[in-house]
């Protein structure tokens, strides 16, 4: 006879063998993201008794009125790809999943397609239309879409993918790290305040904890991609930074500008004068404003410099 | 106790009941009292404390009981703290709130193990020994290898059978208190946690069987 109070034993298992796993800083995050979109907890004591049964009844009959009038939950489209999809829809809150030999379209209402790659999770968020949210937990998806930028946004472990009127590859591994690539427009790569802005033709690595890397583009020489890595997730430091500089192309300036807002202070005059080597500091942009990070100073840069990316 | 003083509080305990293993924090009851009234409040800071303490416990287990799925197990810990959030009104103090909380732990992953059942998988020794201690890669291969065979399997058992023993690895509780988080009697509490470390001897012994025939 088991006494209650007793401890069961341990078993066949001994200890060390099931160690304890760190739960991954991203479950915060989106606790955080779902905790900002639900109203905060009322406290019970602000209603007295009398007022929760009436209210109970007001609640039971417009529950009854909304089920039997309810509309449907926002849903996209789902068609097959490859392999054998078992669903024609996803709905908000539903997730999909394809296995190794699947792949599947969902049409995002009417402003484009998302392909699902095989080994792939994705979540619908939101439906709305001020607000089309997926959620890509790993996996690889490829969005085509045609719509007002912010619209369309893609949450990975990472960062999210925010549209501003593109096509895009975007991939997340089971640790959570990702890369994006960018075919046509432009996509923000966007986590807790610190923002990659990614051209067509460019990628960026993404990683928890860590946000969005710097993006460059596909044709940068090796040795500056090595270097950018080691910068943004890394203990590059001094060296990867000299790197980073001294492989630049003039095209490689969309690195650098990102660059300039993420080394210390001291750093910045080394790139700036980097940047204005490749090339000249177009008129109406100061120096010294582009030294203090001054945002308009960066965006007005920026956009001169867009036009050699 | 300030809530402002509430993440200095728990980061100065480190051992204790949700200690086993040297995380979380040994709250007394007047302390959990205090937290558990700002969740109530819907203080930010009070719920993040929670949080705090308990994620790496709340996501292990979940984490074993998914057959190192990571992706449900962190599904499944948002769920545990978004529930412990809204449902906090109803936890009256009649129990240990480590208790309360193991119920919500073992009802959100049931609940997630029904949902999936149909795409369960089955990890491979391999791949739960990397799973579970990234960090020890080449380090001591032989005891990798035999948590690894361990965990594939625990996660081979049947949920009914699977919770108990990850619970009862994890929390020092009585056959009384695993009753009230596993909604049954201590008497359900000892005969499955029997049939389960049978069951896991057997596997163990046919795993450790085919390792060393390789």
Not at chain 1, 243 to 252: E, G
Request: with cysteine; charged share 25%; hydrophobic share 40%.
């Amino acid at each position: 006879m088991k006494m209650p109070d007793e401890k069961p034993p341990l078993g066949p298992i001994e200890p060390g063998q099931l160690p304890l796993v760190k739960a991954p800083d991203t479950i915060w995050r989106s606790i955080e993201a779902a905790l900002d979109k639900k109203p905060e907890p009322r406290r019970t004591s602000l209603f007295a008794a009398w007022q929760w049964a009436a209210a109970s009844v007001l609640v039971i009959g417009a529950v009854g009125a909304w089920y039997a009038t309810r509309p449907e939950l926002p849903s996209w489209q789902v068609s097959r790809l490859e392999g054998s999809a078992a669903v024609d829809k996803i709905k908000v809150g539903e997730w999909l999943q394809t296995d190794g030999n699947s792949r599947a379209r969902i049409t995002v209402g009417d402003i484009g397609v998302v392909d699902v790659e095989p080994n792939t999770r994705i979540r619908l968020v939101a439906a709305s239309p001020s607000e089309h949210r997926l959620t890509l937990a790993r996996g690889e998806i490829s969005a085509t879409v045609s719509a007002p930028p912010r619209l369309f946004l893609v949450d990975t472990p990472a960062s999210t993918a925010v549209d501003l009127g593109c096509a895009y590859k975007i991939k997340t591994d089971q640790s959570g790290d990702g890369i994006l690539r960018v075919t046509s427009g432009w996509v923000s790569l966007e986590w807790k305040g610190r923002e990659s802005l990614v051209p067509a033709g460019a990628n960026c690595r993404t990683r928890p904890g860590t946000g969005p890397g710097t993006p460059y583009f596909d044709d940068a020489p090796e040795a500056l991609q090595q270097a950018l890595s080691a910068f943004d997730f890394g203990k590059g430091g001094e060296e990867s930074l000299g790197t980073v500089l001294a492989q630049a192309r003039v095209r490689d300036t969309l690195s650098l500008w990102h660059v300039l807002s993420r080394v210390e202070p001291r750093d910045r005059v080394r790139v700036v004068d980097r940047m204005v080597d490749l090339v000249p500091l177009p008129a109406g942009v100061a120096r010294d404003k582009a030294l203090q990070l001054d945002p308009a100073t960066l965006k007005s840069w920026r956009e001169e410099l867009a036009w050699k990316w | 106790m300030r809530t402002s003083d509430i993440r200095r509080h728990i980061n100065l305990k480190k051992s204790g009941r949700w200690a086993v293993q040297g995380n979380g924090a040994n709250l007394s009851d007047p302390e959990i009292n205090e937290i558990v009234e700002g969740c109530r409040r819907g203080d930010r800071e009070a719920f993040r404390a929670i949080y705090e303490a308990y994620k790496d416990k709340v996501y292990s287990i979940a984490l074993y009981f998914f057959h190192g799925d990571q992706t449900e197990a962190g599904d499944a810990t948002q769920q545990v703290f978004l529930k412990l959030l809204t449902s906090i009104g109803s936890f009256r103090g009649d129990s240990e709130f480590s208790t309360w909380l193991h119920r919500l732990v073992v009802n959100t992953c049931l609940d997630g193990s029904r949902r999936s059942k149909s795409r369960e998988r089955f990890a491979e020794p391999e791949e739960m020994a990397r799973i579970a201690d990234p960090a020890s890669q080449g380090e001591d291969m032989e005891r990798q290898e035999v948590a690894g065979r361990v965990q594939a399997a625990l996660a081979s058992l049947p949920p009914k059978l699977r919770m108990p023993v990850v619970l009862r690895h994890f929390e020092e509780l009585s056959y009384a208190e695993m009753g009230e988080a596993l909604q049954c009697s201590a008497g359900t509490v000892a005969s499955r946690l029997n049939k389960g470390h049978k069951m896991l001897a057997e596997k163990l012994a046919k795993l450790r069987e085919v390792a060393t025939r390789r």
